[in-house]
Nanobody, 127 residues
Framework: QVVESGGGLVQPGGSLRLSCTASGFTEDKYIIGWFRQAPGKEREAVSCITMSDGSTYYEDSLQGRFTISEDNAKNSAFLQMDSLKTEDTGVYYC??????????????????????WGQGTQVTVSS
């Protein structure tokens, strides 16, 4: 199970921090990923982190504005989003999957291969 929080309304150039907490996974042998889905578009991977060693993956266009981090002791991962743009608007989902390959490989897996999904949190970037 995963639960995410932290969405909201922010002006262009602003920041938001999303949080995700996972449960039911074996120790730290899992990956947490952030995905987003804009209206009328497919869900896409944003960033992922390996809970065991902190390895990260970012969608190319987002690196530098978004930062993923983890707190293994709290089974949580965070997505710091800075310099937000209107095109960042969408529903942001957190997901978790047992770790069996590199974070780069797993982050771009089809969504149905992830073990657990959160309910999603709305992020709206608008003036």
């Amino acid at each position: 199970q995963v639960v995410e929080s932290g969405g909201g309304l922010v002006q262009p150039g602003g920041s938001l921090r999303l949080s995700c907490t996972a449960s039911g996974f074996t120790e730290d042998k899992y990956i947490i990923g952030w995905f987003r889905q804009a209206p009328g578009k497919e869900r896409e991977a944003v960033s992922c982190i390996t809970m065991s060693d902190g390895s990260t993956y970012y969608e190319d266009s987002l690196q530098g504005r978004f930062t993923i981090s983890e707190d293994n002791a709290k089974n949580s991962a965070f997505l710091q989003m800075d310099s937000l743009k209107t095109e960042d608007t969408g529903v942001y989902y957190c997901a978790a999957v047992t770790d069996w390959s590199t974070v780069a490989t797993m982050c771009v897996m089809p969504t149905h291969e992830w073990d657990a999904w959160g309910q999603g949190t709305q992020v709206t970037v608008s003036s």
